[in-house]
């Protein structure tokens, strides 16, 4: 199954610890994510669905680019990266 | 007078009472965050902070012991924007429906009931304390909505939301870049409420436009609520008639141009500005920190500077950083370079609580 790790700067606001998910695209994945742990949804999505803009996710190391979709497709063993844009200061 | 404030900054929310004769920080809450502003509910002593986290996204927090526990509320957002047409600003780049920031949150008139103005351009109310948030449609589906767009930000923002005194379905609105409006009814029906308001700086043909008018901030007489005050991007308006017609306030010393505007709760001809060198550069006029007091509805200014840094200040008061309590003496203000000062006198001498804050984006005493 696909795991789904988030940066430790999101874990400072809100409990999301690296898990499993059975799912065959990203958007699945983090759905079936969102079920279990309902409150960080706000955290990496806007309330369009997609992306926050200082939000980045990495699929086995390659940058998402359909960040509104989310629509692209995740193998077995994918690793699914959700992180923040290195912004601010 | 108020010995409690609080001040929202891009590292925190401070928390201070006061202590005797001077102020203390008794708490900070979300440090390292940015609170965009908070609000003290005297409905039931809640007290409400609205978060900007950056990469994460806006956030609403609410207190009921004063800032010692904090629980998670809704944060206001759209509804799903739909795929076509795409719905573009003037200048043709898309305006995406989504809520940047808490720019504007104020009690209503029923119990549980809030107002939450946001820079995105949505107008949104709570009827349940901040359980939900629903959008104001029908302003968003106003048609002269589409004519907004954005002064500081990509997308134009509700900074100020008064609710009158005298019926809490008469509700004023600012938009920066979007006018003044009004509801009477409750937010069913919205009037462009900027007539006499005008923007020097647009082409000729938009000067008087309503619809594109920039309020940097709007306050409300409390004791005479048809009494208005707007500091806005081009100078000083004031309005007679509860925003129905501005007049222009042109002899503000030492500028006209600023952020912040406070109006004092019983005498609805004393107000207070904090001027600055408009546009081009944004700094305090001769880098001075001044405050600009009015006893007589604007016909005459005096700078206050007792207690200000007179040489070498480079602070700027934003729009919800000047606030007065509810006797109308002590006032506090806070800049962005982390300057915190209060006066006890109405503004004629003004205490400095730190230099050493981070940006303050907004003040405001617990009132009731």
Not at chain 2, 87 to 114: I, M, N, S
Not at chain 2, 248 to 268: K, W
Request: charged residues 25%; glycine residues 10%.
């Amino acid at each position: 199954m696909p795991s789904i790790v988030f940066t430790s700067a999101l874990q400072r606001h809100v409990e999301c610890p690296a898990e499993n998910v059975a799912a065959t695209t990203l958007r699945a994945a983090l759905e079936a994510y969102f079920a279990r742990h309902e409150k960080t949804r706000a955290y990496v999505l806007d309330e369009q669905g997609a992306l926050r803009h200082h939000v980045v996710v990495f699929v086995d190391g390659v940058q998402v680019r359909d960040r509104a979709a989310l629509d692209e497709s995740v193998g077995p063993g994918a690793e699914i990266y959700v992180m923040q844009a290195l912004s601010g200061g | 007078m108020s010995d409690r404030l609080f001040v929202s900054t891009r590292k925190g929310l401070f928390s201070l009472v006061r202590d005797g004769t001077w102020w203390t920080i008794e708490r900070v809450s979300f440090v390292g965050d940015a609170v965009s502003l908070s609000m003290f509910d005297a409905r039931d002593g809640s007290l409400y902070a609205a978060l900007g986290l950056g990469h994460f996204g806006v956030k609403m927090r609410r207190s009921r012991d004063l800032g010692e526990t904090w629980e998670d509320l809704a944060a206001p957002g759209f509804p799903k924007q739909p795929e076509a047409p795409v719905e573009t600003l003037p200048d043709g780049k898309p305006w995406p429906w989504r809520v940047e920031q808490v720019w504007a949150l104020e009690a209503g008139g029923q119990p549980g009931e809030l107002w939450c103005g946001t820079i995105g351009g949505g107008l949104f109310r709570s009827r349940d304390g901040g359980g939900s948030w629903h959008l104001v449609e029908t302003l968003w589906n106003h048609p002269k909505r589409k004519e907004w767009f954005g002064g500081g930000a990509d997308l134009p923002g509700i900074h100020s939301v008064l609710v009158d005194p005298r019926d809490a379905r008469i509700v004023r609105i600012g938009v920066s870049c979007g006018g003044a409006w009004r509801t009477e009814d409750g937010g069913e029906t919205w009037t462009l409420s900027s007539k006499g308001m005008f923007a020097e700086y647009m082409p000729p043909q938009r000067r008087d436009d309503e619809s594109i008018q920039d309020p940097h901030r709007i306050v409300q007489s409390p004791s005479r609520p048809d009494r208005l005050w707007t500091q806005h991007h081009n100078g000083v308006f004031r309005s007679d008639d509860g925003g129905r017609t501005w007049v222009t306030i042109p002899n503000v010393v030492p500028a006209v141009f600023g952020f912040a505007v406070a109006v004092h709760p019983t005498e609805p001809d004393t107000a207070w500005l904090v001027p600055a060198i408009k546009d081009d550069q944004r700094v305090p006029v001769d880098a001075r920190v001044v405050v600009a007091r009015t006893r007589d509805a604007g016909a005459t200014w005096v700078p206050l500077t007792r207690g200000l840094p007179q040489t070498h200040a480079y602070d700027i008061v934003f729009r919800h950083a000047l606030d007065v309590d509810d006797t109308g003496s002590r006032l506090a203000m806070g800049s962005t370079t982390g300057s915190l000062w209060t006066s006890d006198d109405g503004g004629d001498a003004w205490t400095c609580v730190s230099n050493h804050l981070p940006p303050i984006y907004a003040v405001r005493f617990a009132r009731g």
